[in-house]
């Protein structure tokens, strides 16, 4: 059986200070996609990040980086001076391969709020 | 490039009544997904069509839900008779075909907000 687990349910910071969330996936499929997305307060889910299982190099992408551990299986995400703009819910995903194609689950989600 | 479309945006109704929700993709991509979104819940799959073939509708309550999606484009989900436990967000989202060792993003609509009285 795939679990997503996002333990955090909501996290509270101030502009600026650097912030991370955290992903432990439970997955018996050899190959499977990890992935991050954003859900502004309009609704939309927005795609930020993909990782498959063969390729554990960490990522940075101007104020955010991933840091996907299988050993602990876990892929967390960190904001660096955090914005208010960042603000949002933040799910992780788990895609793994079974018959017919993938099926892919979510986590709980992690509510950010930026205080300015 | 355009995003997925779905309408309506809101939508309230009383149980036991029937609603529809309309989809649809990103021009060329084949994967289409609907999800439901209960408050504070991360999206679950309801249904997951590879053009107009179903792939996985294993969480789809098929005694009150169906979709369809005929000519492998636009996709309509259906609830009836609707229950208050359907309160929910509707999702719809498409991803391009990736290869058998690979697995594409999915690109979101803003969702169909359903309320039943």
């Known amino acids: 059986a795939q679990k997503v687990t996002q333990a955090q349910t909501e996290i509270s910071v101030v502009e600026k200070e650097d912030v991370t969330l955290d992903c432990v996936y439970e997955t018996r499929d050899t190959t499977y996609y990890l992935f991050w997305y954003k859900q502004p307060p309009s609704g939309e889910l927005v795609f930020l990040i993909r990782r498959n299982s063969f390729d554990e190099q960490n990522e940075i992408s101007g104020r955010y980086s991933w840091n996907f551990q299988k050993s602990t299986s876990s892929f967390n995400f960190t904001i660096t001076a955090s914005q208010v703009v960042d603000s949002a819910v933040y799910f992780c995903a788990l895609s793994g391969l079974n018959t017919g194609g993938f099926k892919t689950i979510f986590g709980a989600g992690t509510r950010l709020f930026v205080k300015a | 490039e355009a995003g997925v479309a779905q309408s309506p945006r809101y939508k309230i109704i009383e149980k036991r009544q029937s609603v529809a929700f309309w989809c649809n993709p990103i021009s060329g991509h084949a994967t289409l997904y609907w999800y439901q979104q209960i408050l504070g819940q991360g999206p679950k799959l309801l249904i997951q069509?590879?053009?107009?073939?179903?792939?996985?509708d294993s969480q789809l309550p098929k005694d009150r839900f169906s979709a369809e999606r005929l000519k492998g484009v636009d996709s309509t989900l259906k609830i009836q008779p609707a229950k208050l436990e359907d309160s929910a967000v509707y999702l719809c989202?498409?991803?391009?075909?990736?290869?058998?060792?690979?697995?594409?993003?999915?690109?979101f609509g803003d969702g169909t907000r359903l309320s039943i009285l």
């Open positions: 069509f590879q053009n107009n073939g179903v792939v996985d």
């Open positions: 989202a498409s991803s391009l075909v990736g290869a058998v060792s690979s697995n594409q993003p999915q690109h």
